[in-house]
């Protein structure tokens, strides 16, 4: 082979070995002996072969779970809560070079920011603030997670598992406490109708034909069954009558 044709060989490939794509979504961290040198952006890029390597960084929003942690409320009900942590990294370089493994360290610090949020609460403060005990969470680990470089999106309480004998309590405590609002908003029903009851009576007593159409009325509605006979031992005429005080006798 030529001498020539091989050493363009030989340079085709050194060339075509530092070529490197990078997705709009991610950075490269440039080293040349391990030392850093640049950020590379997205793009077709060259870097020097055996001399020169890159670490690509995502910088999407990533998603980490909280593993289930065993934490003890204030008021000391045993529980077990899992989450969702969403950041997203803003410095790569930061996030590479000043901490090892970012994604873990994130997911200790939450684990660790989880326990001693809802242990400072109450049973009843978690199961009914979980946005508030998320934004608390976030405010911990974003406090150590600036200066990596890395914002942290939010913090979601997903799932609080509660023991077998306190599901039944709290079960019995809402069944108790649905059962004191029916009886409360039937006192209340029957309250209203006695006093619609009370006014149609007024308005009826006022007049005897209102209380003869009336009494034809419940009539009629009985007869509606045709299962029943009513007798009359008397006419209806020798009902007793209230005579209005405005008619004159």
Known sequence: MNPLMFFLLILVLFLLAGIRVIFEYKRALKFRFGKYINTLQPGLRWIIP???????????VITIKIISQEVMTEDNVPCSIDGVVFFQITDP???V?????????ITQLSQAALRDVCGKVELDTILSKREEMGKN????????????G??????????????ENMRRMMANQAEAERSRRARII????????ADMLLKAGKKIDQSPSAIKLRLYQTLSNIAAEKNSTILFPFPEEVLPRRRRKDIPE
């Open 97 to 105: 070079l000043e901490v090892e493994e970012f994604s873990f360290a």
């Open 93 to 95: 370089e930061k996030a």
């Open 186 to 193: 039937l006192a209340q029903a029957e309250d209203q109708a």
């Open 50 to 60: 055996f001399v020169e390597t890159i670490q690509k960084v995502d910088i999407r």
């Open 150 to 163: 890395i914002e942290i999106i939010d913090v979601k309480i997903k799932d609080i598992q509660l023991p």
């Open 137 to 148: 969470i976030k405010t911990i680990v974003e406090g150590e997670t600036k200066r990596w």
